[in-house]
């Protein structure tokens, strides 16, 4: 199994009671901790606003954040769960991406879905088009980047995007970016991902993954795609600690920290993502539960530590006892 990490950048209430002129020192330092340990990777999330709500907390930007850990980092790939395809221009985006990526001298790692999050959508004047229109949009533009960064061109006449002879150049380091489809959504986006992922993310329940498999897979049989060729990575919200009371005060530490900054039944809301998933728990609990994950085919788990901004102590558990069982 391979680890990726998230870096806390503001978007889940994760920077609070960090003056924002601080922030950016946080951020590094944490990517520097992944960079000199046994992480495989660093991520952020591509959003404006904060979450379970938008408040005036800071978001910081994701791929400015890409390139700014491009420079800062020297092993660890980096990656973003996951860009929203709306949100820029395709072609703008390949060039974006490729530049990071030989900044990076080629870790970058495009993870890119349909986007959801309807508030920042309309707030930030991009409307908000049906389902099948940000799937359309989707798949035109993994179009585009993949002849922008294979071909050094792209040339694309379609319902959403048309761009014509557009040059990238330089390519990336490898002459093209490794391809992370994130969602879950059955009829379409698994089958997006079946035509171009190399990487997919979706549900990391046992049984959520398990079914999101097989509709992949029936997918890949339909297209002729090698299923085997597709690595099948989730995220994870991490909480865990030597004993299970240790778990229920980090637990409910939460739900009153962010109770601080959305109302009480938001903050409720939220922590249905953490109590009783797979990686909260004691490290023996996580181990088991990843353990069960691996074997139904999961081999890249990407996680997500609340607290790592301001305490570690949950991380260097999670380091010492977790991953090295599951490495």
């Not at 495989?40 to 005036?56: E, K, L, R």
């Not at 088991?288 to 788990?301: A, E, F, K, P």
Request: charged share 20%; glycine share 10%.
């Amino acid at each position: 199994m391979r680890f990726g990490l998230f870096i806390p950048q503001g978007w889940r209430l994760d920077l609070t009671g960090i003056a924002p002129a601080d922030q950016w020192s946080v951020m590094s330092g944490l990517a520097d901790r992944a960079d000199t340990g046994d992480w495989d990777s660093i991520w952020v999330y591509d959003h404006f606003h904060t979450v379970p709500m938008p408040t005036d907390e800071a978001t910081h930007e994701a791929w400015t954040l890409v390139s700014a850990f491009a420079a800062t980092t020297s092993r660890v790939d980096i990656g973003q769960m996951c860009t929203a395809m709306s949100y820029r221009n395709p072609m703008y985006l390949a060039k974006v991406a490729a530049t990071a990526d030989l900044i990076s001298g080629g870790r970058v790692q495009m993870g890119i879905g349909g986007g959801w999050y309807e508030h920042e959508w309309r707030a930030y004047g991009y409307g908000f088009p049906s389902a099948g229109e940000r799937l359309g949009r989707l798949d035109e533009g993994v179009q585009i980047m993949r002849q922008a960064w294979e071909r050094g061109r792209a040339t694309l006449d379609g319902k959403h995007y048309r761009v014509d002879d557009a040059i990238c150049a330089p390519r990336p380091s490898a002459g093209r970016i490794p391809l992370w489809i994130a969602g879950g959504g059955e009829r379409k986006t698994l089958r997006i991902a079946a035509k171009y992922a190399d990487f997919t993310n979706f549900d990391g329940t046992p049984e959520g993954f398990a079914h999101k498999s097989a509709v992949l897979q029936q997918h890949c049989t339909d297209l002729g795609r090698d299923y085997d060729s597709i690595v099948r990575s989730a995220n994870y919200n991490v909480i865990v600690g030597e004993t299970s009371a240790e778990v229920d005060r980090r637990l409910d530490a939460l739900e009153q920290k962010l109770a601080t900054y959305v109302p009480a039944d938001a903050a409720k809301a939220t922590m249905g993502a953490f109590r009783g998933m797979p990686a909260v728990g004691t490290p023996q609990q996580v181990i088991d539960n990843l353990s069960g994950m691996i074997d139904r085919g999961m081999s890249y788990g990407i996680f997500y530590f609340p607290d790592i901004a301001h305490d570690t102590a949950g991380l260097e558990l999670f380091e010492q006892q977790v991953m090295p069982a599951l490495r």
